[in-house]
């Protein structure tokens, strides 16, 4: 498997695996945690977070676990698998390489005099 060829992330791919990464969470856990994470400016309405989860889990990237214990059965958790801690890590890298190539332009302020 090569995780490139999955590369550009979307934002909200990239933020949902990112979360994801740290520990299982169940769907509204993912709601608020990419809220927090990116600092109010991402919003997940349910419906398109269960339709990328499906997505996510038909690619491998993520697996349904079982529930907390002592939360509510019903309540689906879902954590990342190694695929997608590859797809992550290959798109952090990827951004990490595209800053490295842009940053320059800002450090000599980026137009003539």
């Known amino acids: 498997m090569d995780p490139y060829e999955h590369l550009p992330l979307a934002h909200r791919d990239l933020l949902i695996l990112s979360v994801l990464s ?42 349904e676990t079982e529930g907390e214990k002592g939360g509510d059965a019903r309540r689906r958790t879902y954590a990342i ?9 290959a798109e952090v890298e990827r951004l990490e390489r595209l800053l490295r190539q842009v940053r320059p332009a800002l450090a000599g302020g980026g137009r003539d005099a």
């Open 22 to 63: 740290g520990r299982a969470l169940h769907g509204y856990g993912i709601i608020k945690t990419v809220e927090e994470r990116s600092e109010s400016r991402m919003f997940l309405d349910p419906a398109n977070l269960y339709r990328v989860l499906r997505r996510m889990r038909k690619d491998e990237w993520i697996r």
């Open 81 to 89: 698998t190694r695929k997608g801690e590859a797809v992550l890590r």
